[in-house]
């Protein structure tokens, strides 16, 4: 009974003497100080009692919402995503942009195509082409052209059946040659081994697989095995770049097909570059180089050669034209009877300085040790300085004349001498076939081409000359044919 009185009164005295510190130092700092704490897991105190479980409970939830807006998730995505300029649209992250390039821009045209292969667990999809009626497909085959009918046609056994064969033995028929060149050629991205042959209409086995060279025309020089190949009443189809050589157009073929499949397809446009010179005078040096743009191939041919002031008109056409096929020495278009070109070239070696007669005066010069001052640089006319344009095939011409070094010359006080330059840039096509329509206009079979209108404002020569140098030729250009002549052989002002 007395322990029971005892524990009464020490409580008792308890909160009277804390009643007594509340009211000389505040509610506030007494609770603070004497309220028991518990340590958290990061070892901050937190307070104990319902009141702080709930306050931390309501912190929590504030800062750390179970649900947000789509305001909030698009604020977070912008903050923590990669940043973009809202004007260009392009990443300012360099370490993205750099991952970019690495994994994205530099992949092979065959990894890309083995992404967008079928999946080969992939049920087939005969049945649903077999619920569809003959009478359906008749229908959707009539707004199809005779091509794409026959390959709707090789698809499946289903399409063929509804569909039927007709397409494919109309397209088997000589009068429908074109029809079957188009569907031929969709097939070129299946056959890396084999080369379209336009003489017989049909693939031919490589015979020379990555080791074709471009050679002169007097070497035979088969790509394939054709039973043609040595037949000159069926030629294959060539370009003639300059005397005694000539571009056949399988090598136009093997430089698209390397360039848009990979080199297993073809071959580099830069290996057909050549640089080679005549084997009699007047001794012209050519060069020729090749380069593929927007699935084009684009020619350049460069022919240079020394000459002398004061030429006479006969040895004006000594120089200029040969005598084996009564061609220009350089590299021409079919069209080059019609218009200025030849008449420029006579313009620009006409202006030549002629070394003046030796009198008594330059004798004197020379005793005092004074040269005869004789243009170096020589600046050419308003008619022969232009470029030239061909109205009728995407072919461009510039006649220069140079001060170059003749390394041949054994006197070395004349190393250096005039030079006529005639540079010459020709759009090839796209390989697709000898009727297209950059390949049919430069050789001249193709008659309403257009090449001002279909070219435009950008020159030939200066999208070639900007991938290979700083600068393009910094010339005008003028129409090679202004009074829109056609006379050919007919003309004498050509010759």
Not at 450 to 478: N, V
Request: glycine letters at 6%; aromatic letters at 6%; one cysteine or more.
């Amino acid at each position: 009974m007395s322990d029971a009185l005892s524990v009464n009164s020490s409580s008792k005295t308890g909160r009277s003497l804390k009643d007594k510190l509340r009211s000389a130092f505040g509610r506030k700092s007494v609770d603070d100080t004497n309220t028991p704490r518990r340590k958290s897991s990061a070892g901050e105190s937190v307070k104990s009692g319902r009141k702080s479980l709930q306050r931390a409970s309501i912190d929590s939830s504030n800062q750390n919402p179970a649900f947000k807006t789509q305001a909030e998730r698009i604020r977070e995505a912008r903050e923590n995503g990669p940043k973009i300029d809202k004007q260009t649209g392009e990443r300012l992250d360099q370490t993205l942009i750099l991952h970019s390039l690495a994994h994205e821009s530099f992949d092979t045209v065959t990894e890309i195509l083995n992404k967008y292969e079928l999946d080969p667990n992939r049920s087939p999809g005969e049945a649903h082409l077999a619920s569809l009626s003959s009478q359906l497909w008749s229908r959707v085959a009539e707004h199809l052209s005779l091509v794409d009918r026959a390959c709707l046609a090789l698809s499946s056994k289903i399409l063929l059946d509804r569909v039927g064969s007709s397409s494919l033995e109309i397209i088997r028929h000589p009068d429908h040659a074109e029809d079957r060149m188009q569907l031929l050629h969709r097939l070129e991205d299946q056959l890396p081994n084999h080369l379209f042959c336009f003489v017989c209409n049909k693939y031919h086995l490589r015979t020379m697989k990555g080791e074709e060279k471009l050679k002169p025309a007097s070497v035979l020089n088969p790509l394939f095995v054709c039973p043609h190949a040595t037949n000159n009443l069926m030629p294959q189809p060539r370009l003639r770049i300059a005397t005694g050589r000539t571009l056949p157009y399988n090598f136009v073929q093997l430089a698209l097909k390397g360039k848009k499949y990979g080199l297993d397809y073809g071959i580099e446009a830069t290996t057909m570059a050549r640089l080679w010179r005549e084997q009699y005078e007047p001794r012209w040096i050519h060069s020729t180089r090749y380069f593929v743009f927007k699935g084009h191939l684009l020619m350049r041919v460069q022919s240079t050669c020394f000459t002398k002031p004061g030429l006479t008109p006969a040895g004006e056409r000594m120089l200029l034209y040969s005598r084996e096929d009564y061609q220009p020495y350089f590299s021409v278009c079919a069209h080059w009877r019609d218009g200025l070109l030849m008449n420029i070239c006579k313009c620009a070696l006409s202006h030549l300085p002629v070394p003046q007669e030796k009198s008594l005066h330059e004798g004197l010069a020379k005793v005092a040790g004074r040269r005869s001052s004789q243009g170096a640089i020589i600046t050419l006319c308003s008619t022969c300085r232009p470029m030239r344009r061909c109205p009728e095939c995407p072919t461009e011409y510039l006649v220069e004349v140079k001060l170059a070094e003749d390394r041949s010359e054994k006197d070395p006080t004349l190393l250096f001498k005039h030079a006529i330059v005639v540079t010459r840039w020709s759009d090839l096509g796209d390989g697709s076939s000898p009727t297209n329509p950059e390949w049919a206009a430069v050789t001249g079979a193709l008659e309403d081409y257009d090449s001002l209108s279909t070219i435009g404002t950008r020159a030939i020569s200066g999208t070639f000359e900007s991938q290979t140098a700083d600068t393009g030729p910094g010339q005008r250009i003028l129409n090679l044919n202004p009074k829109d002549e056609h006379k050919g052989e007919d003309g004498h002002d050509w010759y």
